[in-house]
């Protein structure tokens, strides 16, 4: 647990969000609002504290696959009423992380081995697709990927993982936002949370993975350089194929 009871205020479904969020963002910057700014988070609507932290537990498996959450408990842990709790987990079940039981609860949904292939299947579309639409302005993306693979690279020195992947994640994002498809774009970032929930595959204890990535990275931004767009959807299909041998890994 956060241990979030007074850290997060009681607020109003009328506040405005704070720091110019936009309400529903699915991203980590409200997780962290929530977690390490009590002034803040008082300004955020109270079904949007509840979501964003249950959502982060259960993305860093704080509340595993098959725990049952109570309203109750949870109205407790974000200092809330029960009513923001059943609007945040009817929003959690829609994204396919929680199942509702009437008068029981919310049971966290288990990570099943179809839902590592549907996801890596929906990457790759994704990806594949984003890589051929940037294509013809890719000389503007690559200024962008390479601050992205630098800062992978500072945290591979540091020896940061969870930083590094979030550097990794926004190299991604970056490719997919540049194709210009904004449903596309919010259903990639959702696909990347459920990958988060499916496990870190051992690259604290094994940092040489953060080596070939970063090598992998870089392929992919000296393909843009290049003439063969071909090569370069090559390089993301099998970087991501990568990713799921190694999330199959952990299972």
């Given at each position: 647990m956060y241990g979030l009871g007074s850290a997060v205020g009681s607020g109003t479904?009328?506040?405005?969000?704070?720091?110019?969020?936009?309400?529903?963002?699915e991203t980590a910057e409200i997780a962290r609002v929530v977690v390490e700014s009590a002034p803040e988070a008082e300004?955020?609507?109270?079904?949007?504290?509840?979501?964003?932290?249950?959502?982060?537990?259960?993305l860093d498996r704080t509340y595993p696959g098959g725990e049952l959450l109570t309203e109750g408990e949870l109205a407790t842990?974000?200092?809330?009423?029960?009513?923001?709790?059943?609007?945040?987990?009817?929003?959690?079940e829609e994204s396919g992380l929680v199942k509702l039981y009437p008068k029981r609860g919310a049971l966290v949904l288990p990570v099943l081995p179809q839902e590592i292939n549907d996801v890596v299947e929906a990457r790759e579309l994704i990806e594949t697709?984003?890589?051929?639409?940037?294509?013809?302005?890719?000389?503007q993306l690559i200024a962008v990927l390479t601050e992205k693979v630098d800062e992978m690279r500072t945290h591979r020195r540091a020896g940061d993982a969870k930083s590094f992947l979030e550097a990794d994640r926004a190299f991604h994002e970056a490719i997919v936002d540049a194709a210009g498809n904004q449903i596309l774009a919010k259903l990639y970032n959702s696909l990347r949370d459920r990958q988060v929930r499916m496990g870190v595959p051992g690259i604290e204890v094994q940092p040489a993975r953060m080596d070939k990535s970063i090598v992998a990275h870089q392929e992919m931004i000296d393909a843009l350089g290049g003439n063969s767009v071909k090569?370069?959807?090559?390089?993301?299909?099998?970087?991501?194929?990568?990713?799921?041998a190694d999330l199959r890994g952990v299972q």
């Open positions: 479904a009328g506040d405005e969000p704070a720091n110019g969020l936009t309400l529903g963002d300004k955020i609507p109270a079904a949007e504290r509840v979501y964003a932290y249950v959502k982060a537990a259960i842990a974000v200092g809330v009423s029960r009513t923001p709790v059943r609007e945040a987990l009817l929003r959690l697709h984003a890589a051929a639409k940037v294509w013809p302005r890719r000389k090569r370069f959807r090559e390089l993301v299909v099998a970087h991501i194929e990568t990713a799921a």
